[in-house]
């Protein structure tokens, strides 16, 4: 039994953990220790290698964000979190069907999603490292975002309105539709809840004028609104209603150039 020897404890790295008289350990800080018993009385020897693992990262959250891709602008998502004490770096998972896998590893507390693949909603998930991979920290709770495709207009002009429609997308949750006068600036003149919902129709139109449309799907995911990039803008005019003669002014024409001939 343990009462037979005079045991002395030691700790290999007292900055990853102490040990003390009675062979209690305490955890200080992430990172690799080796905890050693000995018999003061004896050679006898044992050895236990201790890895204290770093916190877990909290509150991840993810965002859409904009780059360029050569002279392209696009969209990725960047996902970021709160910074661990000690951890040297930080492991991103990603996953947008079954299992999570690795993407990145980066010393920063945040980390932009360029090649995640657009209209699926992608999981991510933390993890804080240092020099052992047996220190590495569980991984984080998963934080969501999705990248919408955006819509393919079609803009078809009436008499007294503009009737404007799109390509119904199943990932999105509803539609932001937005209109500019002439050469003017676009704001939002509607928004259309629900998947399946597809066109809207411009009854606040003038005739005469010029109108150019563009639409942006949307989806809310765990308080934050993912929307798609603009569509391309489409160009709607309204015609002036043309005149119409009447029939009395019709017979009078008709009259007066009878008489004339006469």
């Known amino acids: 039994t343990l009462e037979d020897y005079e045991l002395q404890w ?3 790295d007292s900055s990853v953990a102490t040990v003390d008289e009675l062979g209690c350990v305490t955890a200080i800080a992430p990172g690799k220790t080796t905890i050693a018993a000995r018999d003061a009385n004896s050679s006898a020897r044992a050895t236990c ?3 204290v693992r770093y916190k877990t990262p909290a509150q991840a959250s993810v965002h859409k964000a904009s780059f360029k891709r050569g ?5 990725g998502l960047k996902v970021s979190w709160r910074a661990v004490p000690f951890a040297k770096r930080y492991l991103v998972y990603r996953s947008t069907g079954s299992g999570y896998k690795l993407i990145a590893k980066t010393s920063k507390r945040s980390f932009l999603d360029k090649k995640v693949p657009s209209n699926k909603i992608a999981r991510y998930r933390i ?3 240092g020099s052992y991979s047996k220190s590495r920290s569980p991984k984080s709770t998963a934080a969501k975002g999705i990248v919408v495709d955006r819509p393919t207009l079609a803009v078809k002009s009436a008499p007294k309105s503009v009737q404007v429609s799109w390509k119904r997308n199943g990932k999105a949750r509803g539609y932001l539709v937005y209109r500019a006068q002439g050469g ?8 259309l809840s629900g998947s399946k919902k597809h066109v809207w129709k411009d009854t ?3 005739t005469g004028k010029r109108y150019r449309y563009r639409v942006r799907c949307f989806r809310d995911i765990d308080g934050t609104r993912f929307t798609s990039a603009y569509s391309a803008a489409r160009k709607a005019m309204i015609p002036k209603p043309r005149a119409q003669k009447s ?8 009259g007066t150039a009878k008489t004339a001939s006469e």
């Open 10 to 12: 030691t700790s290999s």
């Open 49 to 51: 290698t201790l890895y």
């Open 71 to 75: 002279k392209k602008r696009t969209y």
């Open 127 to 129: 993890a804080a490292g």
């Open 184 to 191: 003017g600036a676009f704001r939002l003149v509607g928004m």
């Open 204 to 206: 606040t139109v003038e």
């Open 247 to 254: 029939k009395n002014s019709a017979a009078e024409a008709k």
